[in-house]
């Protein structure tokens, strides 16, 4: 199957300091990708820097097999909430039609089509009855549901999601981690920065593991090993006895 996502001898700096160095891996379509490892590890930086969000310092990124410039139309991104102002007063509609921006001529303005995939959105995330309500009035689990809505306006192919479970509740979360197996069901591919290694096999179809390089990078049972999370987590990880679940130890 073609590679969706192919990185090749990647190595990004940020604030001067080398983020990580030298990667290289290949993600085929309709999965669901769980990017792990300890804080400053890269996570984030790498999707950024496939997303064409930051300048990378040598290699080299192809999405469907084009340059970035080629499909930015076929990719959506739910950064962190920490790294957006809630306090900027726009209705929760609005947000999610921020998602249809790049299907609308700049001399437009959004169609009967636009308005409906914004309801279809919303009502999938069960947020249409807040949709008057201002982002900034929401929990944070409501919050990330609407950030998640505009990624579905956008009917992109590729999704990266930015710690999307960070600080959100636990029914928040079931209900976006349902959204996203749904979204794998119906041909997606999504790319989770996630910190939660009790949830990683559950959550996650592949994993790629980082520390400032590429540690591992393939199906979840293959990555998923105590040797490399060890490796990852400076040894600082314990394997619950019987199970093959695993906790960082003073992270």
Same mark, same amino acid.
């Given at each position: 199957?073609?590679?969706?996502?192919?990185?090749?001898?990647?190595?990004?700096?940020?604030?001067?300091?080398?983020?990580?160095?030298?990667?290289?891996?290949?993600?085929?379509?309709?999965?669901?990708?769980?990017?792990?490892?300890?804080?400053?590890?890269?996570?984030?930086?790498?999707?950024?820097?496939?997303?064409?969000?930051?300048?990378?310092?040598?290699?080299?990124?192809?999405?469907?097999?084009?340059?970035?410039?080629?499909?930015?139309?076929?990719?959506?991104?739910?950064?962190?909430?920490?790294?957006?102002?809630?306090?900027?007063?726009?209705?929760?509609?609005?947000?999610?039609?921020?998602?249809?921006?790049?299907?609308?001529?700049?001399?437009?303005?959004?169609?009967?089509?636009?308005?409906?995939?914004?309801?279809?959105?919303?009502?999938?995330?069960?947020?249409?009855?807040?949709?008057?309500?201002?982002?900034?009035?929401?929990?944070?689990?409501?919050?990330?549901?609407?950030?998640?809505?505009?990624?579905?306006?956008?009917?992109?192919?590729?999704?990266?999601?930015?710690?999307?479970?960070?600080?959100?509740?636990?029914? +928040?979360?079931?209900?976006?981690?349902? =959204? !996203? #197996? @749904?979204?794998?069901?119906?041909?997606?591919?999504?790319?989770? &920065?996630?910190?939660?290694?009790?949830?990683?096999? +559950?959550?996650?179809?592949?994993?790629? =593991? !980082? #520390? @400032?390089?590429?540690?591992?990078?393939?199906?979840?049972?293959? &990555?998923?090993?105590?040797?490399?999370?060890?490796?990852?987590?400076?040894?600082?990880?314990?394997?619950?006895? @019987?199970?093959?679940?695993?906790?960082?130890?003073?992270?």
């Amino acid at each position: 199957m073609n590679s969706i996502v192919e990185v090749s001898n990647l190595t990004v700096s940020y604030d001067g300091k080398r983020a990580f160095e030298d990667i290289s891996f290949s993600i085929t379509p309709q999965q669901i990708v769980g990017i792990i490892g300890p804080n400053g590890a890269g996570k984030s930086t790498l999707i950024k820097a496939i997303m064409g969000l930051m300048s990378i310092d040598c290699g080299q990124i192809k999405i469907m097999n084009k340059p970035i410039v080629k499909v930015r139309k076929e990719i959506a991104y739910v950064p962190q909430r920490s790294s957006i102002d809630l306090d900027f007063p726009a209705l929760v509609e609005d947000v999610v039609m921020m998602g249809r921006y790049p299907h609308i001529s700049w001399w437009g303005f959004p169609r009967k089509k636009d308005y409906k995939i914004v309801e279809n959105s919303l009502k999938q995330v069960k947020m249409y009855d807040l949709r008057k309500r201002q982002i900034g009035q929401l929990s944070g689990g409501q919050q990330q549901r609407v950030f998640l809505a505009r990624a579905l306006a956008q009917e992109a192919e590729l999704f990266f999601l930015d710690e999307p479970f960070a600080g959100i509740d636990i029914t +928040s979360e079931n209900m976006i981690m349902g =959204l !996203l #197996k @749904n979204m794998c069901n119906q041909g997606k591919t999504l790319f989770v &920065v996630h910190h939660d290694l009790s949830k990683a096999e +559950s959550y996650f179809d592949s994993l790629i =593991l !980082l #520390k @400032n390089k590429l540690i591992a990078c393939g199906k979840r049972e293959d &990555v998923f090993k105590l040797d490399n999370l060890r490796q990852a987590y400076d040894g600082k990880v314990a394997a619950f006895s @019987n199970s093959e679940e695993y906790m960082v130890v003073n992270q």
